[in-house]
């Protein structure tokens, strides 16, 4: 039995009959941490619900088993269409991860959150400069209706609701240094949009989340998003620049920035020692269409540790689709989502970026090499049997204690060495 609290217009599935949050469950050694852009999004407002109603959908079976061989904690599914009661989300989790696929063991879930998405929301304005409004590229967030490609956390660990802080609603127009797309004939610079239009348009194209999951005694700041697509625009590259501010966002909010009102009205700097910021941001550091320097930025933010790259070697065997690929500067290991070569090639786009006071106990991207066993579930024909992106995950401990014997040795032999330098420099 579940019940669904709504709080200030989002809402919390919990459990029924909860135990109190330090007793449900006890904090593990090293927290399995999931990011998953899953593609379970469908062309028409009702077709997901309908879909995940049985469990007979084999895109969704496809994406469940990935969930289960990797048995992550904690999970940001993204691209998953948002419904207010929460019924897509119950229903696959019921129906497709309580069930075991091709034998593996089934998963639950206890917590989730979720919220509304800008995606699909008519801004009332032709902001794609068509000529008329109507279509996805006019929404708030690019969709064909409200909350289609939303996102969803599901936690073995209970959520602190009353911490939450969601950006939806933050107006582009309202960031700092924001780099609004121009109109090269007109003469004022940073005109695409008018004034009425950046009245409405908020910087999010989906939402910005901070979601505190209390691990035992410790709180982890999950920080979601997922930026748009730096494409499907014209010149004055309207998604490229919001792709880049949307990134950005992030590595103000790390230090320390203030100026973005939360929709509950609240500006405060963020006080979390323990994060991770995660999700498709839309932007790999070295290939694919983006504006390189927001990534770039956030993965060489101080207070981030980004060393540790989750790989995999099916990301390697796909580099020899040719096309954009051949040209790339990116090590094909890191790549986490499987995209046209004849546009971008695969690219790494897909983040798991945990805080320097946490450590890294090793991590992976779901993407088996083609003569594995695992291999149907992401290898095929377009559309791909799950989703055109990989699931990654990173192992974390979250106290910043000695990861466990067993853990990823190269991730462990990457991480004692800085651990002792910084130790020898504390005590000098
Ligand atoms: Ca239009
Ligand atoms: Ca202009
Ligand atoms: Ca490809
Ligand atoms: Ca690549």
Redesign the pocket.
């Known amino acids: 039995m579940r019940a669904a609290i709504r709080i200030a217009g989002w809402s919390i599935v919990a459990a029924a009959g909860m135990l109190p949050a330090a007793a449900a469950v006890s904090a593990p050694a090293v927290v399995r941490i999931a990011a998953f852009n899953c593609s379970l999004n469908r062309a028409t407002e009702g077709a997901l619900r309908r879909d995940l109603s049985t469990p007979d959908d084999p895109q969704a079976r496809a994406v469940a088993e990935i969930i289960q061989r990797v048995r992550p904690d904690i999970l940001l599914l993204q691209e998953f269409d948002y419904d207010a009661a929460g019924v897509a989300l119950r229903d696959f989790q019921a129906n497709y991860l309580a069930r075991a696929q091709a034998g593996a063991a089934p998963i639950a879930f206890a917590h989730s959150f979720f919220a509304e998405s800008n995606t699909g929301i008519s801004s009332g304005f032709d902001l794609d400069d068509d000529g008329r409004v109507a279509g996805g590229a006019d929404a708030l967030g690019f969709g064909e209706f409200p909350g289609q490609y939303a996102m969803a956390l599901l936690t073995r660990f209970p959520v602190d609701a009353r911490g939450v802080r969601t950006f939806r609603k933050f107006l582009w127009r309202d960031m700092p240094r924001r780099l609004l797309p121009d109109r090269r004939e007109t003469p004022p610079a940073e005109d695409w949009y008018s004034a009425e239009e950046l009245a409405v348009l908020p910087l999010s194209s989906k939402s910005h989340w901070d979601v505190p999951v209390r691990i035992g005694s410790v709180t982890l700041h999950v920080l979601a998003s997922h930026p748009t697509p730096p494409a499907f625009d014209g010149e004055e590259d309207r998604n490229g620049l919001r792709n880049h501010d949307e990134i950005r966002f992030w590595s103000d909010y790390l230090d320390g920035a203030r100026y973005a009102r939360d929709d509950a009205g609240a500006r405060r700097a963020f006080g979390g020692r323990r994060f991770i910021v995660m999700g498709d941001q839309n932007s790999?550091p070295e290939?694919g269409g983006s504006r390189h320097d927001a990534i770039r930025a956030l993965l060489a933010n101080p207070r981030i540790d980004a060393r540790f790259v989750p790989a995999s070697d099916g990301?390697s065997e796909a580099?020899a689709q040719g096309g954009a690929?051949a040209t790339?500067r990116?090590d094909?290991r890191?790549?986490t989502a499987d995209f046209n070569d004849r546009i971008a090639?695969?690219?790494?786009v897909d983040y798991l970026l945990p805080s320097k006071t946490m450590r890294v106990c090793g991590g992976g991207v779901f993407w088996p090499a083609r003569s594995a066993p695992e291999a149907h579930l992401v290898w095929g024909d377009r559309p791909a049997p799950s989703s055109d992106h990989r699931l990654v995950w990173l192992d974390v401990s979250v106290s910043g204690a000695k990861c466990p014997p067993g853990s990823d040795p190269k991730a462990s032999a990457r991480q004692h060495p800085h651990r002792r330098r910084r130790r020898a420099r504390s005590s000098s």
């Open positions: 790999d290939d990301g580099a690929n790339q990116g094909p890191f790549d090639g695969n690219l790494r």
